[in-house]
């Protein structure tokens, strides 16, 4: 057997260590997200906004971006955590709100979990039919079941108790940014973890070639199951937040238009390196202000024509434009340049061509 | 002497076409075995059957004298049996170091570990570091494997099926569409294989075929037709038959 | 009962008449056009302006809905559509969603959010007895207009060459390509058609179904459900499946109203785990 030389096996081994280390840039980004609370304080309620987009969004790239799993209907766990962290503030189950955020997650991930296996079979027609079906059926459920949920009106009357009991919820939003923004960076750093890790690379392995990932002794089923429940988890709280920040959860939370929105600020902010979700969250917001100056009742029009742009001029171009964000945070994603006329994003994401 | 690998009146069919009809194998361990036969013949039918991708219309598969029939395509390759791909099964977006490193992580143990970075585990990084040098893709190590040129992604190919460190490799036309210079590094690494490890060998070049096997299947419109030394297969009459006139030993 | 089935069958052919065309589309380009109900949508709106404010008969206002339909399928499928055929699902998916994003959005600016209605008219409202049954008169209009529809429809797939090239490029592309049928020309011709038979469907539906500018996002599911459990290789089994899903939602409406429209979500859930291929289709080589 041959030995490799050893400065062979000591830079296989620096690359993989650096490969899981957080870059510079992430670094800076951090702390300027953190700076925020101090420099932005007018612009807390627009921010909390963003965060809970960016951590749906980011849910939505674990399965999409790292798994290649195409869903319309990710707000179905969204909803979930959203009622069940209204439901739990309403009626004193969980008063803590972290406790309960946890807990709406872990809920919304059972859920992830026993639609994942309707998921995991057949082609991406089937998928996309099943995650809007579920969604669709949620929401349903939420409407018919008025008594207990508000129905049409929203569930009304919560109260959301003081964070470890000290932080209360104020009318200025300090408190429900500083606890967004620390969830989002939590969980972000829990997904961050995930992706780097040998499960995550075995995601990337699904995602490109099922077939040969399956020939290497992955069980590919399983592993999809998982970040599947996951992602639900993090949507989930990402519901929660919501409620929890807003004081009011409704059917909104489970409606076509979030999980297409969602959808929408992941494929902006580009999927495949976790900080998609973030960028597109504040592109999305950013343009949603823009336009809405412009025509506030009709802005739905300038997103499908946003989706319909992005479409024909091409993900990949676009992808481009974002290539020196993305070369920031190429620690996170498997960004490589490309050699002449590749470009951007990841091929292979957005499931089968027909 | 045992049977590492062996299949028991094996059948395929899809609707009215019998893809592969009473096949039966039987390896030994260590065993050099070529499978040839024309185009069509079924050959990578019945890899595919033996590595779970396809279900047997009827039929047995053992494995070290246990029934896999049933067994889950990735659940074969734990219990010791890998394959390559006539075309590059690959992972486009990962590097050969990355492609690697996954299946050694995997073979290891660690394919659910999310809490650690990969290649922390002591011994994977060396484990890497060899192949790499064995299948010459050192300097192409941190490439995308999409844009590497044929000829290293059928290393790649290869070195894949080796990091699963299997018990019964099953290789299908590994030297296909690789130029001449570069068949020759395929077949000394092939050569390299410990004497332990049991390979059937789909191929096309009679050269490779007869220098490399120890027996020889001759699988014709999904039927074993002979079975035998390269010696036996060479001058049986009906192997010149179907290959028609095509000369065995040039 | 037999007002259900009667009921479920009415609505079970709208449909169908609806979805067929998305059937064919995915059937023939593999292509997901979630913004097919904006050509229904915008079918029964040409209607209700004909009718309504033009003062014309109703049954110019049904021809007018698939004209138009049919006009603006060609026009987008030439102009945008065609762009988009060799992209991945995930992009076919956000471009159509983007289609219905801008047609919900213009339609209300347009016509106004609340639910419309076009002015049915007298001959085709109230009921008539049929062997002791009431049947409502626009009902059974609209079973014998989809009825007569499908029959022509399957006729001219069975019967005619175009219907023999649309099977043949359905079937495989390439070789129907290989040859010599222009499948582009095969394909805009069905999709406007397609349209054309949503625009109608939404014309004709608009009474049951109801006319507003969420329609699309209303009924993208029942449309995919249909396409899903019937398959894309044939015309009976979507028309099977409709008539299935039909009287189902009837029913489940009338006799569980609380969880009326679960037995839709349901259906498609429980089929899709047993048969991830559809109810009625065949296996395709694909």
Known sequence: ?354 | MTLVLETRALEKRFGGIVAANEVSLRLKKGARHALIGPNGAGKTTVINLLTGVLRPSSGEILLDGKNITGVEPHDRVRLGMARTFQINQLFGDLTPLETLGLAISERRGSGWHWWRTVGSRGGVVDEIGELLDRFRLVDVMQERTAILPYGKQRLLEIALAFACRPRVLLLDEPAAGVPDAERQEILATIATLPTDVTVLLIEHDMDIVFTFADRISVLVNGEMLVEGTPDEVSHDPRVKAVYLGESLDA | MLTILFDGIAYGMLLFVLACGLAVTLGLMNFVNLAHGSFAMAGGYAALVIVNNLGMPFAVGLIGAFVFAALLGAVLERTLYVHVYGKSHLEQVLFTIGLVFMSVAAVDYLMGSQQQFIQIPAALQGQIQVAGVGMSKYRLMIITICGVLTVVLQLMLMGSRFGSQLRAAVDDQRVARGLGINVGAVFGITFAVGSGLAGLGGALGAEILGLDPIFPLKYMIYFLIVVTLGGTSSITAPFMASILLGIADVAGKYYVPKLGAFVIYTIMIVVLILRPQGLFARGRTR
């Open chain 1, 1 to 354: 057997m041959v030995t490799p030389t050893p400065p062979l096996a000591t830079e296989i081994s620096q690359f993989l260590i650096a490969r899981g280390r957080w870059s510079l840039i992430e670094i800076v980004f951090w702390i300027v997200a953190f700076a925020t609370i101090y420099f932005l304080p007018d612009h807390y309620l627009i921010l909390t906004d963003i965060v809970i987009w960016a951590l749906f969004a980011l849910s939505i790239d674990l399965i999409l971006g790292f798994a290649g799993v195409i869903t319309l209907g990710h707000a179905a766990f969204f909803g979930v955590g959203a009622y069940a962290a209204g439901l739990m503030a309403k009626h004193g189950i969980i008063v803590e709100p972290i406790l309960a955020l946890v807990a709406s997650g872990l809920i919304a991930a059972v859920f992830g979990f026993f639609t994942s296996f309707l998921v995991l079979r057949g082609s991406d027609l089937t998928r996309l039919m099943v995650t809007l079906g579920i969604a669709l059926v949620l929401r349903e459920i939420a409407n018919r079941f008025s008594n207990i949920t508000g129905g049409a009106d929203g569930l009304q009357g919560v109260t959301i108790a003081p964070v470890l009991g000290l932080f209360s919820f104020d009318l200025w939003g300090q408190t429900a940014y500083v606890y967004s923004l620390i969830v989002l960076f939590v969980l972000f750093a829990l997904a961050r973890r995930i992706v780097r890790s040998p499960f995550g690379l075995a995601l990337l392995a699904i995602k490109g070639n099922p077939l040969r990932a399956a020939a290497i002794g992955i069980g590919v089923n399983w592993r999809l199951v998982a970040i599947y429940t996951v992602a639900a988890a993090y949507a989930g709280i990402a519901g929660a937040l919501l409620t929890q920040t807003t004081a009011f959860a409704s059917l909104e939370g489970f409606s076509f238009e979030r999980s297409a929105d969602g959808l929408l600020i992941l494929i902006i902010g580009g999927t495949g390196y976790l900080y998609g979700g973030i960028v597109g969250a504040l592109l999305f917001k950013y343009m949603q202000d823009w336009l809405a100056d412009i025509t506030p009742q009709y802005w739905q029009f300038w997103i499908g024509l946003v989706l319909v742009l992005i479409v024909l001029i091409g993900r990949e171009r676009i992808g481009s434009w974002l290539d020196p964000i993305r070369r920031l945070f190429d620690r996170v994603g498997n960004w490589r340049p490309r050699k002449e006329g590749q470009l951007g994003m990841s091929p292979g994401d957005g499931g089968q061509k027909p």
